[in-house]
């Protein structure tokens, strides 16, 4: 098999080999009840794994009850929840790829309604309906918006309960075969409200300065990397910037990548936004083809790490380009991959980098071969 094209060649973190540098990225289904996976996470993950992409990232997984985002968010935080992660990491096993989990507290967005149930602040009606409603916490008791529940400002003992809850899902994770634990600290939950001053207000060790306001994801990214095994790789998810002034900046987040490469953690996921419900300020999702891989090309030509470019990446093509001009190492595909969860098979077959349909499971490729023989000589 020629790896011609970067996006169909392996890559390795610490002990864990990627066979193709294709990710899916991390998209909550909010179809949880009480926390726990179901048939529609298992098909659902499934699917990708049999697509072909050398990662599954699994959705946004809350560390404690009250980090759930929604009533509708998976939950990994007890014994009792394990099996059924590995049932899951099992599955993706078996089509080849490898499986990472987004690790998350959804800080003062909590509480909150599913994504097509308006993604705003629980209503009577949702109450009515029977949706459970918490108090969110945060760094400060500054709301996420107008009409949004008052977070609970976290004391220094929630705080350490808070890093040990952080761990505690970690190595459940590992323990549940997962590959690659990804730290969540993007989109305006719990870990990014930390970073941004927009959320963060505290006056103590963990708000005020920059390297303050850094202390909590760092401490937990450091946390992590002592309780993980050596092999397992760390990656983070982080919002590049704000998208408005006196937020958090690109400037800030290299700074970030340089700290949290040096306490161990092995690449920068790059998205943005979450902070803000301001018009597109709280978008991590419209702004246009490609709109976020500048950001992964200046952290990984700034911090020199390795990074993650996401968002409206389209085609494979597109997807060859970033990693071909060294713009990032992974390219993660969401809303693409919902289209067409063959996406990575697809683009295998297009840039001619599997005429044998050899990367599909056998009982498709098979026929597939055949029947692509019989158009050609048609
Ligand atoms: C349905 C949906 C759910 C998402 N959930 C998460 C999530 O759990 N964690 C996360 O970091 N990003 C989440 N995102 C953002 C995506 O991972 C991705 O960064 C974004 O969709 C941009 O990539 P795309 O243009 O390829 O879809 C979600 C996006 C969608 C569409």
Redesign the pocket.
């Known amino acids: 098999m020629s790896n011609e094209y970067l996006l169909f060649r392996p890559i390795t973190f610490r002990g864990v080999t990627l066979p193709n540098r294709i990710v899916l ?5 909010y179809v949880a009840e009480e926390a726990a996976l179901n048939d529609f996470h298992m098909t659902h993950y499934g699917k990708f794994a049999m697509g072909g992409v050398g990662l599954v990232i699994v ?2 997984t809350a560390v404690c009850r009250r980090g759930r985002i929604t009533n509708g968010c998976l939950g990994l935080w007890s014994e009792e929840q394990l099996p059924a992660f590995r049932r899951l990491t099992d599955l993706v096993h078996g089509f080849g790829s490898k499986a990472a989990i ?1 690790i ?1 507290h959804g800080g003062r967005k909590a509480s909150a309604q599913r ?1 097509w149930q308006g993604n705003g602040a629980l209503t009577a009606e949702d109450l009515a309906r029977g949706e459970e409603l918490w108090q969110p916490e945060g760094p400060s008791d500054l709301p996420f918006a107008e009409g949004w529940p008052v977070p609970e400002a976290m004391t220094l003992d929630r705080i350490g309960q808070i890093r040990q809850e952080f761990v505690d899902t970690a190595l459940l994770s590992e323990r549940a075969g997962f590959d690659i634990i990804e730290l ?1 600290l ?2 305006g939950y719990l870990l990014q409200s930390f970073l941004t001053p927009l959320a963060n207000k505290r006056t103590d060790a963990y708000g005020g300065s920059l390297e303050n306001r850094m202390r909590l994801p760092l401490e937990i990214a450091r946390d992590l990397r002592a309780a993980l095994s050596d092999d397992t790789p760390i990656f983070a ?1 982080i919002s590049a910037t704000d998208w408005v002034e006196g937020g958090w900046t690109l400037e800030d987040s290299v700074v970030l990548a340089q700290r949290l490469k040096e306490v161990g953690v092995d690449l920068i996921d790059c ?1 943005s936004g979450g902070n803000l419900l301001r018009g597109a300020t709280n978008s ?2 419209a702004r246009g083809p490609l709109y976020q891989v500048p950001f992964a090309e200046e952290v990984r030509r700034c911090a020199n790490v390795p990074t993650m470019a ?4 389209r085609t494979g093509a597109e997807a060859e380009s970033v990693l071909r001009d060294g713009r990032a190492d992974l390219v ?7 289209f067409n969860p063959f996406w990575a098979q697809h683009y295998a077959q297009e840039l001619g980098q599997d005429p044998g349909f050899s990367r599909w499971p056998e009982p498709y490729g098979w026929w597939l071969s055949k029947w692509a023989k019989a158009l050609a000589s048609a």
């Open positions: 990225s991390p998209m909550a289904m959705e946004q987004q998350n994504a969540h993007a989109h998810r998205s991590n999702l996401v968002g409206m990446i993660a595909i969401g809303r693409q991959m919902l």
